[in-house]
């Protein structure tokens, strides 16, 4: 389809060696593979060891083109070990791309970025009614995606504006305070913003507005 993947390798995934040599003239298929990769004891010939940062630590990287026995094909894998004095065990965790020309280090932030992506999804199927259109016409579907998603773009550049640390499920909790606010002040018929309602607005306009927020805890 035009697409390339990346994501992360189970830890027992079966990996080949690409063979480089010279042909040697005989019959038969050429040679295509060079051996098995054993994770614990990588070639240093075929792997490139860098070094990245990790959330300010920094972590063992090695990179190298090989062949995914289960995907046959070529893949560029991107070996990290990581550090965790919590397990009682250490693994290296594989990371891959069917993009063979990526470097480390765009493999290692596009498949990191998946996490706030799926957060976004989530987001918008639980606050913006990602899931609610139950309409066939693939016009309207498309409409209510993109309105969906759009929504969650606008809640977040409205916090970015406003300095505002909040979750989406907080953000909508206080729009809908607001408007509970609004409705209520224009069925009073008072004037909120008249002297001697000065003081009360200071008071507990602030508390009611950022009633039940997790944010304001």
């Given amino acids: 389809m035009g697409f390339e993947l990346v994501s992360r ?4 995934v079966r990996l080949r060696y690409l063979y480089t040599g010279e042909k040697t003239g005989k019959r038969g298929h050429p040679k295509q593979y060079d051996g098995v990769v054993d994770k614990n004891n990588l070639r240093k010939d075929v ?3 860098e070094v990245y940062d990790w959330d300010g630590q920094e972590v063992i990287v090695y990179s190298a083109v090989v062949n995914a026995v289960n995907m046959k094909r ?3 894998v991107v070996i990290i070990d990581f550090e965790d004095p919590d397990k009682k065990t250490q693994t290296r965790k594989v ?13 290692i932030d596009i498949y990191r970025s998946r996490f706030q992506i799926e957060f976004f999804f989530r987001d918008a199927k639980q ?9 066939r016409d693939t016009r309207a579907l498309d409409f209510a995606f993109n309105l969906s998603l759009s929504a969650i773009n606008v809640a977040k550049a409205f916090c970015r504006h406003y300095n505002l640390n909040y979750s989406i499920a907080d953000l909508k909790l206080l729009m809908h305070n607001a408007m509970m606010i ?3 002040l224009s069925m009073f018929g008072n004037l909120p913003n008249l002297h001697k309602n000065q003081r009360l607005k200071e008071h507990y306009f602030k508390d009611l507005l950022l009633y039940g927020l997790k944010a304001s805890a």
């Fill in 95 to 107: 990371f891959f791309s069917t993009d063979c020309s990526m470097s480390a280090k765009e493999v």
């Fill in 182 to 184: 609004e409705r209520f």
């Fill in 127 to 135: 606050f913006i009614g990602l899931c609610h259109c139950q309409a």
């Fill in 47 to 49: 792997f490139q060891e």
């Fill in 74 to 76: 070529n893949v560029k």
């Fill in 9 to 12: 390798f189970r830890d027992d």
